[in-house]
């Protein structure tokens, strides 16, 4: 770390003491560095000669189940042997610390987060080892208890063939009900707000700094490279979130 980035990373760490409320945003950087791939540097080998939106969309399941419940059982499998990095800790040690003053919104469908201690992270994009039905029926109450799923790739009711499908947001999906209401309240509210390794390209989520901003927050953004939101912050970190997160929420 530079001097230039040690001077910035000070001065984010006043305003973090003396912040009320805080916010941080994360995204696929976040989880890139415990080795889960971005969703498009995770089309490759094999599943490179697939359209993204073959894999993530309804559309595409409907057309080949088999097909997209197989990419996510391969996606599944290297987010169950990552392990929270350094980055994700500093974030739940300092929650830990100041109980009360942290939303973490992330855009990431991994549990990352959730196993290094943010268990009540608002999670704008779903839940990749999460499954549910793809569609209500009569035989389904719920969309979320598929407890009576036959075995299958993939699973489906045994009553009428309707499908299991991974619990993520996908291409022309609603997000989950009542996660970017609560994550604009939160943007709003905030003191500092904290953009952690996301490109700024995917909406709504890109807009809570502007959200941020114009309600009187100090605006970080800490990414390798520019994003299409650094016109929002105040200050810009570049750098890893290994190399600078753990500096940024030291005790």
């Given at each position: 770390m530079d001097e230039h980035t040690r001077r910035d990373v000070a001065d984010l760490r006043v305003r973090l003491l003396a912040a009320q409320k805080v916010c941080v945003l994360t995204?696929?950087?976040?989880?890139?560095?415990?080795g889960i791939s971005t969703f498009r540097d995770a089309q490759t080998g094999l599943w490179a000669k697939f359209d993204p939106m073959q894999l993530a969309s309804e559309a595409g399941?409907?057309?080949?189940?088999?097909?997209?419940w197989d990419w996510y059982e391969h996606r599944r499998e290297g987010v169950r042997r990552a392990l929270p990095n350094p980055g994700h800790l500093a974030l739940a040690g300092y929650a830990r610390?100041?109980?009360?003053?942290?939303?973490?919104i992330t855009q990431n469908v991994d549990d990352l987060h959730q196993r290094a201690g943010n268990t009540d992270a608002l999670r704008l994009h779903g839940d990749i080892l999460l499954?549910?039905?793809?569609?209500?029926?009569?035989?389904?109450?719920?969309?979320?208890d598929v407890?009576?799923?036959?075995?299958?790739?993939?699973?489906?009711?045994?009553?009428?063939?309707?499908?299991?499908?991974?619990?993520?947001?996908?291409?022309?999906?609603q997000l989950p009900e009542g996660a970017m209401e609560a994550a604009e309240q939160a943007a709003f509210e905030c003191d500092v707000m904290l953009v952690v390794g996301t490109s700024g390209a995917v909406w709504p989520a890109a807009g809570l700094a502007q959200v941020a901003?114009?309600?009187?927050?100090?605006?970080?953004?800490?990414?390798?490279?520019?994003?299409?939101?650094?016109?929002?912050?105040?200050?810009?970190?570049?750098?890893?979130?290994?190399?600078v997160l753990p500096e940024v929420f030291a005790e």
């Open positions: 995204g696929a950087g976040m989880s890139a560095e415990s399941f409907r057309s080949d189940p088999r097909l997209v610390r100041r109980p009360g003053r942290l939303t973490l499954d549910r039905w793809l569609e209500r029926c009569a035989h389904q109450p719920s969309l979320l407890s009576s799923a036959v075995p299958g790739r993939p699973p489906k009711c045994p009553h009428c063939g309707n499908l299991v499908r991974p619990g993520v947001v996908w291409f022309g999906e901003r114009e309600a009187g927050a100090h605006v970080a953004i800490l990414n390798p490279q520019e994003s299409a939101i650094d016109g929002e912050a105040h200050l810009i970190l570049r750098g890893t979130t290994v190399g």
